[in-house]
Nanobody
Framework: QVQLVESGGGLVQPGGSLRLSCAAS????????MGWYRQAPGKQRELVANIITGGSTNYADSVKGRFTISRDNAKNTVYLQMNSLKPEDTGVYYCNAFRGIFDYWGQGTQVTVSS
């Protein structure tokens, strides 16, 4: 089992920044991929960004150039730096880890972009 705990969400004005953190614990050996998904009210959960072992990254088109995902292997933590936030970035952000054949999820953290 892998446990994921997110932090860093909150309320921010359009154009502002937030950094989300996700700390992994438990059976963290051989986690292949970690990432962030988000779910807006009334919408399906969607991929925001992920990073695989070795450092390759993948971003949703809507966040390219604004968001940056990074991973600190020593701390078993993945980060999502979000800049130039827009109201449409509002949602619950979930941390995800893929290990073996299983997906693991955090409890989610709310991000609200509003003036």
């Amino acid at each position: 089992q892998v446990q994921l705990v997110e932090s860093g969400g909150g309320l921010v004005q359009p154009g502002g920044s937030l950094r989300l953190s996700c700390a992994a614990s438990g059976s963290i050996l051989n986690i292949y991929r970690m990432g962030w998904y988000r779910q807006a009210p009334g919408k399906q959960r969607e991929l925001v960004a992920n990073i695989i072992t070795g450092g390759s990254t993948n971003y949703a088109d809507s966040v390219k150039g604004r968001f940056t995902i990074s991973r600190d292997n020593a701390k078993n933590t993945v980060y999502l730096q979000m800049n130039s936030l827009k109201p449409e970035d509002t949602g619950v952000y979930y941390c995800n880890a893929f290990r073996g054949i299983f997906d693991y999820w955090g409890q989610g953290t709310q991000v609200t972009v509003s003036s």
